[in-house]
């Protein structure tokens, strides 16, 4: 396959292959993370009062559940609505294990996140015989099939009356220092999912997901073994989104069946990731800020009304109708289209392109050749002149 | 358990499936026209429910009186709704998005129902509210009764709309095949407008039957697209008769256990069956054939 360096040893290109161009993108992300790495670790030092602060871990949560979410969304596009079941579940089972089993708060957090990891073993067996639409109704019918356990099994979860999470610190840390630890907890937490994101990403199994995402049955016959695929990584992430539900828990320190088990929470994590971009490393995070600041900005503001509800909807419907890829994958699509080299579809070069740069190429053979004034004569190609 | 209340159990739960069945109607019919699933169905429910009992506050008059405007009303919102937002989606990721979309569309309407009657339970009084009949020593609510009879007849009607109208034809044919209804001349993209129109005049029915005889609040949407959702994949996506039978069997179903098990926890065998559904026939039970790819 031609690429840009066989052709010319000009300024655009370097021994390595790499055009300036991408190597100024590449040094514009580096900076670009370096700096909004700065100012999430800065974050806690610059918030006027607890309550920014408090709205600062709220979104940092809601990053870790739409990363965790976008493991079975962005590799292999199965939409679930219903991952709130899991956040939900994993919050649950870290409080019932601190205060029924008495085990260590940290402790409980990863033993809970394990035992909903190992219960989404099932449903997942369940749910992923399904595509597309089906799937989505059954991921709907876990959160509300958990709502109305939680709420009926009073002796265990507490009903409605909700459940309260001892605090994992003790009581000599206030709440300001509090959200500040909690705070560096969800990022570090982010960065972990993150990583992980990214090394399945590169790897056969990451393809072989995208592939499913592709086209389920074409993979299939490529011998993508897409059954024990799709439930492994509908697993790890059922194990990072109880993982993240727990985190939230100790540190809101209480539970309520209404808000965790609720489809509202699932829907966040779509839109979340939707709008940042589900095939990409950060989309979800940049939505999760996004969507994250706006829903904090109008329960404060119009909390009382349903108007958030009424944002949110019209957001999505946004989203789906005119962004389906979401924000990033755009931006990356404006940056390819000032590439020099421009890049066209999974082809590179059409046909036309194709052509063009063979008659270039024999042109630049010939050419030392020729004497320098005959030079303006090729460049129209001309028949002859081929051997 | 004694008889009568067996009995009682019985006829409530053959009332109450037959409401579950116009919904789920509805529900199919979108899956079949266009393969959207309208998680957005139980919102216009609740919608037509909030517009009978403001019908019924402001005129004096019995809510029923209020379909003459709820059905056209929202048979239009259908035909745009398709053609205007559902249609424009790209055909490969139709199925997916279209869920999202109706799911904003529920949020939005969720919204402005709390918005504009805020979150306040409501219910309507009617003369009749209280009274019931007996039959064979089994008491049944007059309200129950029209709104089961309200079902019946909605249904009815679409049956006859589609075995014997051009239009039920044209719509039969896009929902089978398609392109060969194109070929055919069908103009299968009005017709899928009309069939979407149809789904949600049957919300607007189902919905003032619903407001007859149960407390609404905006949220309540939540409550019902669970055992709707249940039906049609129970009964087999795309198949009408098959959502009817599996709403009928889950209804009475649901009446039966909830003597034992109490109101709350007999809600799950909606669940139940949605899993065993898919466990042991992913495509339903019923009719089905177009159910297994999606």
């Known amino acids: ?387 | 358990m004694s008889g009568s209340l067996l009995l009682q159990t019985l006829i409530l739960g053959v009332l109450l499936g037959g409401l579950y069945a116009l919904l789920a109607a509805g529900l199919t019919l979108y899956f079949g026209v266009m393969r959207v699933v309208m998680i957005a169905h139980s919102a216009f429910l609740i919608l037509a429910a909030y517009l009978a009992w403001f019908f019924h506050r402001e005129t004096g008059l019995d809510p029923l009186l209020s379909l003459l405007v709820t059905v056209p009303l929202f048979f239009g919102v259908g035909y745009v709704m398709q053609r205007g937002l559902v249609a424009r989606l790209r055909p490969a990721t139709l199925t997916m998005m279209s869920v999202l979309l109706t799911f904003a569309i529920a949020l939005t309407i969720e919204g402005l129902l709390g918005f504009f009657f805020s979150g306040t339970q409501r219910r309507i009084n009617l003369g009749y509210s209280g009274s019931s009949i007996e039959v064979l020593g089994a008491h049944v609510a007059v309200v129950k009764l029209i709104a089961f009879g309200l079902a019946a007849a909605a249904l009815a009607g679409l049956f006859l709309l589609l075995k014997m109208t051009r239009f039920g034809q044209a719509l039969r044919a896009t929902i089978q095949h398609p392109e060969a209804a194109r070929l055919l001349g069908i103009d299968t993209d009005r017709i899928a407008g009309f069939g979407f129109g149809l789904g949600l005049a049957t919300a607007a029915v189902g919905g003032t039957a619903l407001a007859l005889d149960s407390t609404i609040y905006p949220s309540l949407h939540w409550h019902w697209i669970g055992p709707l959702m249940a039906i049609i994949v129970v009964g087999g996506l795309g198949s009408i008769p098959g959502a009817a039978i599996a709403a009928l069997i889950l209804g009475v179903g649901q009446s039966l256990l909830q003597i034992p098990m109490g109101t709350t926890w007999a809600q799950t065998v909606f669940y139940v069956a949605l899993f065993a559904t898919l466990l042991v026939r992913p495509q339903g039970f019923f009719g089905g054939r177009l159910a297994q790819r999606f």
């Open chain 1, 1 to 387: 396959m031609p690429s840009a360096s066989d052709t010319t040893t000009g300024t655009a290109t370097t021994g390595t292959g790499r055009s300036t161009f991408d190597r100024v993108l590449l040094g514009a992300r580096v900076v670009v993370l370096a700096a909004v790495a700065v100012l999430v670790l800065a974050f806690p030092s610059m918030a006027a009062d607890p309550f920014i602060l408090s709205v600062g871990v709220v979104i940092a949560s809601y990053a870790a559940l739409a990363v965790s979410w976008n493991f079975v969304g962005g590799f292999t596009g199965y939409i679930s609505l219903g991952h709130a079941a899991y956040s939900g579940l994993g919050g649950y089972a870290t409080a019932l294990l601190i205060t029924r089993a008495d085990l260590n708060p940290w402790i409980a957090l990863v033993a809970g996140a394990l035992v909903v990891g190992v219960l989404a073993v099932p449903i997942g067996i369940a749910s992923l015989r399904v595509r597309g639409a089906s799937f989505v109704i059954v991921s709907i019918a876990l959160v509300l099939i958990l709502l109305l356990v939680a709420q009926s099994w009073a002796s265990l979860t507490g009903g409605a009356q909700g459940l309260r999470v001892p605090r994992p610190f003790g009581a000599d840390v206030l709440r300001p220092e509090q959200h500040e630890r909690f705070f560096y907890l969800h990022v570090a937490f982010v960065a972990v999912a993150l990583l992980l994101w990214w090394a399945i990403d590169r790897s056969r199994f990451g393809m072989g997901l995208k592939a499913i995402r592709e086209d389920e049955d074409k993979a299939q016959a490529l011998g993508v073994p897409t059954g024990a695929y799709k439930l492994t990584v509908f697993v790890i992430s059922a194990f990072m989104t109880a993982m993240a539900g727990g985190l939230y828990a100790l540190w809101f320190g209480y539970l309520d069946p209404i808000f965790q088990f609720s489809i509202l929470i699932g829907s966040y994590m779509v839109l979340m990731s939707l709008l940042g971009g589900i095939r990409s490393l950060f989309g979800p995070v940049l939505g999760a800020v996004v969507v994250g600041y706006s829903l904090e900005f109008f329960k404060v503001h119009y909390g009382d009304s349903q108007f958030h509800l009424v944002a949110l909807g019209l957001l999505l419907a946004v989203v789906v109708l005119f962004m389906p890829d979401g924000v990033l994958p755009a931006i990356g699509s404006l940056v390819d289209r000032f590439r020099p080299d421009q890049r066209t579809s999974i082809r590179e070069m059409t046909a036309e392109e194709l052509l063009e740069h063979n008659q270039r190429l024999e042109r630049s053979q010939a050419a030392p050749a020729a004497a320098p004034h005959e030079r303006d004569l090729e460049t129209v190609p001309s028949t002859e002149e081929k051997r």
